[in-house]
């Protein structure tokens, strides 16, 4: 039976929830930065002053009890509330400083960083961005568990735990081979899917879950004879396959400064009222402290969004 005057430290607490993400304890001890005795006995402390058990040892792996799986959103929670109490405690009341972990997703993240990164610069010095690239659902996944503070991506996720902040409308402009007759057009609407042959990028992306939806609201088949033998886990890669004649695609506004500057490809743009777009914005977790200044970095994220999408105009018809 657990001791009703006994307070876990913030030490405890975070060691139970590194064994919980990590599944093992020498992971989480290295990423502690103690040693694997020190992890046992700060678990051990935390469950007898507790009185019941948060994580099952075994020789080949580490169990979260149903007891821990109940409790580690509130341990998460605390550490949460602990780290924003430290930022500010710095003087940092309103303003974005110290580490920073940002999840971007790879159909965002090359697009943005640069006119992102010089924002930070140049607005909050004092910050250190540590950014992750990676697909929605791990940087979902990663969020849950702590290793990242807050992801940028499409939205809405729907995901329990998580607050989403909408930061703009991104709409999808079609890219063709020279040679294409819809090349150059401005009207297109979503029947013109059907002939431009798709060429998606993997599972996994959510831009290719965005397109494909396009087609169903469309009625659109959507042809798979190039997709078939093609697996593509960047956008770069699609738009060099339609270079080579292979097929159409479809990339966000913000990618056409860099993409459309190779020499066989054209443009062409939706019909004004044709929704094809994506909604992009920064989810985090519920519990964090920090929405005032995950705010201020969302309007950094627009802006850099914004400059993105303005240096690709001149590639579009008109």
């Known amino acids: 039976m657990g001791n009703r005057e006994y ?18 304890f020498v992971s989480a001890a290295a990423k502690l930065g103690i040693s694997q005795p020190s992890l046992s006995q700060a678990l051990a402390s935390l469950e007898n002053g507790l009185g019941i058990q948060l994580i099952e040892r075994s020789t080949r792996r ?22 924003a109490f430290v930022t500010q405690s710095r003087g940092a009341l309103g303003e974005l400083a110290g580490p920073l972990n940002i999840g971007i997703i790879p159909t965002i993240a090359p697009y943005i960083l640069p006119a992102l990164l010089t924002g930070f610069e140049e ?34 996720v729907n995901v329990s735990g998580v607050s989403e902040l909408p930061l703009y409308d991104e709409p999808f402009v079609a890219v063709t081979h020279n040679d294409n007759p819809l090349a150059g057009r401005t009207d297109l609407t979503l029947d013109a899917l059907e002939d431009l042959n798709l060429l998606l990028l993997d599972d996994g992306h959510c831009l290719r879950d965005q397109i494909v939806e396009l087609c169903k609201i469309a009625a659109v088949h959507r042809p798979a004879s190039a997709e078939s033998v093609t697996r593509a886990s960047s956008l770069t890669t699609v738009v060099q396959l339609v270079v ?13 400064a860099t993409e459309l ?29 920090r929405a005032s200044e995950f705010e201020q970095l969302g309007k950094l994220v627009t802006s850099a969004f914004e400059q993105a999408q303005e240096a690709g105009k001149h590639l579009l018809p008109r």
């Open 7 to 24: 307070k876990p430290t913030l030490a405890q607490i975070r060691t139970f929830v590194t064994i919980a993400e990590q599944k093992h």
């Open 62 to 83: 580490v169990i979260v009890t149903p007891t821990g799986e109940a409790l580690l959103p509130y341990a998460k929670a605390t550490l949460d509330a602990a780290d």
């Open 244 to 256: 080579a004649d292979m097929g159409s695609t479809l990339i966000p506004s913000s990618a056409v």
């Open 123 to 156: 607005q909050f010095p004092e910050l250190e961005p540590r950014i992750v690239e990676n697909q929605t659902e791990v940087l979902l996944g990663m969020l849950r568990d702590g290793q990242i503070d807050l992801a940028v991506l499409a939205t809405p």
């Open 261 to 289: 500057t190779r020499p066989g490809v054209a443009a062409a743009t939706f019909a004004e009222g044709v929704d094809a777009k994506r909604t992009v914005g920064l989810v985090y977790r519920s519990s964090s402290q």
